[in-house]
C-alpha cells in the first residue's frame, strides 16, 4: 500500500502546473562588430529575386545568370530586427565566379555591383576584366575575381526590410567576332554590344550557389555587422515560430 500510494502521489505532482513568478529581465548585446560572410544561393520564393542571401554556405548544385544579357538580382530575407552593416577601411568586397567569353582576343566585360537598401542604391563599383577569347576547339572556364565596393560609412537595414545586390555586366570589343551593327535608330550608347551581336561568342555570365559542388568556391560579399544587436530572445518550445511569442507556461516532462 505504501508504494502505490507514494507512485501516486508522484503522477499528481507532475501533473500539476507550476506557476512561476513572471519576472521581465532585459538584456542587451555589446555593439561588437563581427566578420560575416553572406553567400549567395539559389533564390528562395519568400524573398524573391534570383538568388538568396543567406550566410549558411551554400548547398545542392550551381546556379548561373548571363549577367550580359539581363542584370542578376540576389536578395536577403526580410530583417526580424534593425540590422546595421558597414565594410573594412571603408570597403565591401565582392568575391565572384564568373566566365566572360568572345570570339576575339580584345574584348573585355565590365561587370556593375551594386549594393542596396530597401531599393534605394548604397553604393556601386565597375571593374572590367578580360575576356576569354573563345574559338573552335577550345573552351573558357569559370574564374574568380573580386570588386572592392566603397562604403563611405555603414548603414543600417530596417526591420522588414532587405538587403539587395545586384550585378549586370557590358561586352565590349566583340565587333569581330558577331558581325553585326546597331539598328539605326538605337540611341548612341544605347544597346549593349553583349546584346548586339549576341551568342555565347560574346557574353559574360555569373555563377553562384555551390559552384561545382561547393568546394570553397562561392559568390559572396564580406561585411562587418552584429547578427545579435537589437534582436529580441524569446523562450519557445522547439518548433515554434516567431509569430507563436513566448511560451510561458512550462511542465517538468517539456
Do not use: H
Not at 32 to 40: A, N, P
Not at 193 to 207: D, I, K, M, N, P
Not at 238 to 254: F, T
Request: with cysteine; aromatic share 10%.
Amino acid at each position: 500500500l505504501a508504494l502505490v500510494f507514494l507512485f501516486s502521489s508522484f503522477a499528481a505532482t507532475v501533473s500539476t502546473p507550476i506557476s512561476l513568478p513572471l519576472e521581465e529581465v532585459v538584456s542587451y548585446t555589446n555593439e561588437q562588430l563581427y566578420d560575416y560572410e553572406i553567400f549567395v544561393a539559389d533564390k528562395n520564393d519568400t524573398a524573391g529575386g534570383d538568388g538568396f542571401l543567406t550566410t549558411m554556405e551554400p548547398t545542392g548544385s550551381q546556379k548561373e545568370i548571363v549577367v550580359s544579357d539581363e542584370t542578376a538580382e540576389f536578395k536577403s530575407p526580410r530583417m526580424l530586427s534593425d540590422l546595421y552593416i558597414e565594410g573594412y577601411s571603408g570597403e565591401i568586397e565582392f568575391t565572384m565566379w564568373y566566365k566572360a567569353v568572345a570570339g576575339t582576343d580584345s574584348a573585355t566585360a565590365t561587370f556593375t555591383v551594386q549594393i542596396l537598401n530597401d531599393g534605394q542604391i548604397i553604393s556601386e563599383e565597375d571593374k572590367e576584366f578580360d575576356a576569354c577569347q573563345q574559338s573552335f576547339g577550345s573552351s573558357c572556364g569559370s574564374r574568380e575575381a573580386s570588386i572592392e565596393i566603397p562604403i563611405a560609412a555603414g548603414f543600417t537595414v530596417l526591420q522588414d526590410n532587405q538587403l539587395t545586390i545586384r550585378v549586370s555586366a557590358d561586352m565590349s570589343g566583340c565587333e569581330s567576332s558577331g558581325g553585326g551593327t546597331s539598328p539605326p535608330d538605337d540611341p548612341p550608347g544605347g544597346e549593349t554590344e553583349a546584346r548586339q551581336f549576341g551568342g555565347s561568342e560574346c557574353s559574360a555570365t555569373l555563377y553562384f550557389g555551390a559552384i561545382d559542388g561547393g568546394a570553397d568556391q562561392f559568390t559572396m560579399i564580406e561585411v562587418k555587422s552584429n547578427a545579435l544587436s537589437n534582436s529580441i530572445l524569446l523562450v519557445q518550445k522547439d518548433g515554434a515560430d516567431v509569430i507563436d511569442g513566448v511560451q510561458i507556461d512550462w511542465y517538468p516532462n517539456d
